[in-house]
């Protein structure tokens, strides 16, 4: 059994057998779970999202999520036999994409910190300047790897917005995970704020997001809602990520209200 099926797909466990090779991708989570001047980006990018324009979090816990979903998304696509271009096409080793994936996931955001508009275009700079400092330091890459490596990373950075046409699977990947984080805990500031728009409203009626090895299909998205307003986080944001992301063939999506009593909806497939 994988780390993905184990837990629901919800955490990264470095610590269980994976479909990739994981040992470089641990050293370098170490690593930047714990540099100071990427943990205070992601204290600081809420400031603009939360504080000053009441959206939902973009810090540090929706960063871990995001982070978490897509190496879980990850494991589950290289157990059902997709492969991944993104490293491979610039002659990186395999055990690179989970690098560009957890990178791109922890930095994506960043751009936050200048304003919640257009935040992915300031995310790459950002996130740029970052990665000079950072690769070097992992100590797994000379520089024309590093040079390749940070291409990557800021390609999917950059593709995690709907506008942008992700093309590598690493990329993709960090544009479906970054619309897996759904669950009611992330609209909790600005719900108790008085917030009541619907990216709020729709979030606080999702309870549970689990990934689980499909039936068919690589990838099973289970989202289990209270209310029918979570369709819109369903219909209108999650498959807007999909759509265009590479997976579309390879990830199926189910979501069923719980709540017998709203019969508006009672289950949505994608």
Do not use: W
Not at 112 to 136: F, T
Not at 212 to 221: D, T, Y
Request: charged share 25%.
């Amino acid at each position: 059994m994988t780390q993905s099926t184990g837990n629901g797909g919800r955490e990264y466990d470095p610590d269980t057998e994976h479909n990739f090779p994981d040992e470089r991708l641990n050293a370098v989570l170490d690593e930047i779970t714990t540099d100071p001047e990427i943990t205070t980006y992601l204290d600081a990018q809420n400031v603009n999202a939360v504080a000053r324009k009441g959206y939902n979090d973009h810090g540090a816990k929706h960063i871990e999520i995001v982070r978490n979903r897509a190496l879980c998304l990850y494991d589950l696509l290289k157990g059902g036999g997709v492969a991944c271009n993104g490293a491979v096409d610039q002659g990186l080793e395999e055990a690179d994409e989970a690098v560009i994936i957890a990178l791109a996931a922890t930095l994506h955001d960043i751009g936050h910190v200048v304003h919640r508009d257009d935040h992915v275009y300031y995310s790459i700079p950002l996130a740029a300047d970052l990665l000079d400092r950072l690769i070097p330091q992992l100590g797994f890459y000379d520089t024309a790897e590093a040079v390749r490596l940070k291409a990557e990373v800021l390609h999917a950075i950059l593709c995690h917005h709907t506008e942008e046409d992700p093309l590598t699977t690493e990329a993709g990947i960090i544009r479906v995970a970054d619309a897996l984080d759904m669950e009611r805990g992330r609209s909790r500031i600005p719900y108790e704020k008085g917030g009541r728009g619907i990216n709020t409203l729709s979030s606080r009626a999702i309870e549970n997001v689990s990934l689980r090895e499909g039936n068919g299909k690589a990838v099973l998205v289970e989202i289990e809602m209270v209310n029918a307003a979570g369709v819109y986080q369903v219909d209108n944001l999650l498959k807007a990520k999909l759509d265009g992301s590479g997976l579309e063939e390879h990830v199926r999506i189910v979501a069923v209200n719980k709540r017998s009593e709203d019969q508006l909806v009672e289950r949505i497939e994608l």
